[in-house]
């Protein structure tokens, strides 16, 4: 370099550093009659994140199951990577997709998967059961039993059914419903009898008495909070063929949501004091809704989103039936508590003025423009 006296010039250097390890370094310029030196620190280079990488571990397949039974599997998928991903999981059963679900985890997140497989359609054998990510995969070996033969009854023991009917019903908040105790067959007839019902959920509703069909002697033990009720009975007299019916079980809903009504046979016995062989047992259920308008299969429901509950009994149509129903059960629990689903002229209140305007608005007036 050649500068005039008193005169300057500014100089830079490279430094590659690619082949250089991670620490700090002194480095410096030099002239003829000076040196100038200063610290140049070196750092490891920051990694790129990892994408998102779904591992699937503790994979749990119970094994063995009965023919008909549904087996839960479970496994804990969790992402190793940095980044956040959204991946499907699925289940298979020898080949076949048996489920599958959408996760999302966010980086060194993980969650545990739940999957129900159904073993009605699986012939017993041993199956590969693979739960499977887009990044990894994992496998164990579920066996299928068949289903045992049921015992024969013992010498002059008659096999017989209980059921609950309905199957399931659907009632209103402090509406009363009734269930049917069936006995299908009842070769002999039914004389004695010792059976339990019980709610699963308690708070939605109440078991609130039972009548009795056949006479006879009797023991209704009612649980306070009506949870469940438990009848003994001896001397009844019933049809000695086909389908009886032991009792009506009364049940009041209490609160929005929904129970099972289970059914638990201790003793049963024909009138001659022979025990029947039960082989099935059927329970029911109970749904309750604010919003059910007497004795409609299904809850008010509204259609156009605009808060008002034209199709009273739910069935999918505005019509006269939607009406009639309405003014029939213009007095109900349902109605008197829920006067805002179902103020159809908007005066803030819920009378026969609101029935005569769903009549005239939803029906009379649909049908001169059909």
């Known amino acids: 370099m050649t500068l005039a006296g008193g005169a300057s010039q500014t100089v830079s250097f490279t430094v590659d550093t690619a082949g250089v390890a991670a620490g700090t370094y002194t480095h410096g310029v030099a002239t003829d009659n000076d040196t100038a030196t200063a610290q140049l620190t070196v750092s490891e280079p920051t990694p790129d994140p990892v994408p998102a990488d779904f591992q699937v571990t503790n994979l749990a397949v119970p094994s063995p199951v009965t023919q ?44 545990q998967v739940s999957f129900a497989v159904d073993t009605t359609g699986l012939s017993p054998g041993a199956y590969a059961v693979v739960l499977a ?14 289903e045992a033969d049921p015992e024969p009854p013992a010498d002059g023991q008659a096999s017989t059914n209980v059921s609950l009917s309905p199957s399931q019903d659907l009632l209103g ?20 009898y010792s059976i339990t019902l019980s709610l699963s959920n308690p708070s939605v509703g109440s078991i609130t008495g039972v009548e009795l069909a056949g006479g006879g002697l009797s023991d209704v033990q009612l649980a306070e909070d009506g949870s469940s009720v438990t009848i003994e009975t001896v001397m009844v007299d019933t049809n000695d063929t086909g389908p009886v019916t032991l009792g009506t079980v009364a049940v009041q809903g209490a609160v929005e949501g929904e129970s099972d009504l289970s059914i638990d046979v201790t003793t049963l016995g024909t009138e001659a004091g022979t025990a029947y062989d039960v082989d099935d047992v059927q329970g029911s ?43 029939y059960y213009r007095n109900s629990d349902t109605t008197v508590s829920n006067p805002e689903a179902f103020d159809f002229n908007g005066d803030g209140t819920f009378d026969i003025l609101d029935v005569q305007w769903l009549y005239y608005n939803e029906v009379a007036q649909n049908s001169e423009d059909a």
Do not use: C, K, R, W
């Not at 990510?133 to 068949?146: H, Q």
């Not at 908040?173 to 004695?192: C, K, S, W």
């Open 173 to 192: 908040v402090n509406q009363n419903g009734t269930y049917d105790i069936v006995v299908d067959p009842a070769d002999g007839g039914v004389g004695a």
């Open 68 to 111: 008909g039974d549904s087996a839960t599997v479970t496994a804990t998928v969790e992402n190793v990577g940095d980044e956040q991903g959204t991946q499907t999981v699925s289940l298979s059963a020898d080949g076949s997709a048996v489920g599958s679900e959408e996760l999302t985890l966010a980086g060194g997140a993980s969650q």
């Open 285 to 327: 259920s109970l749904t309750v809704s604010t919003l059910v308008v007497g004795d409609s299969d299904s809850p008010a429901a509204d259609g156009d989103d605009d808060g008002l509950h034209e199709d009273v009994n739910g069935d999918g149509v505005v019509d006269v039936l939607d009406v009639q129903t309405l003014f």
């Open 133 to 146: 990510t887009e990044n990894d995969s994992t496998s164990a070996t579920m066996t299928v039993e068949a």
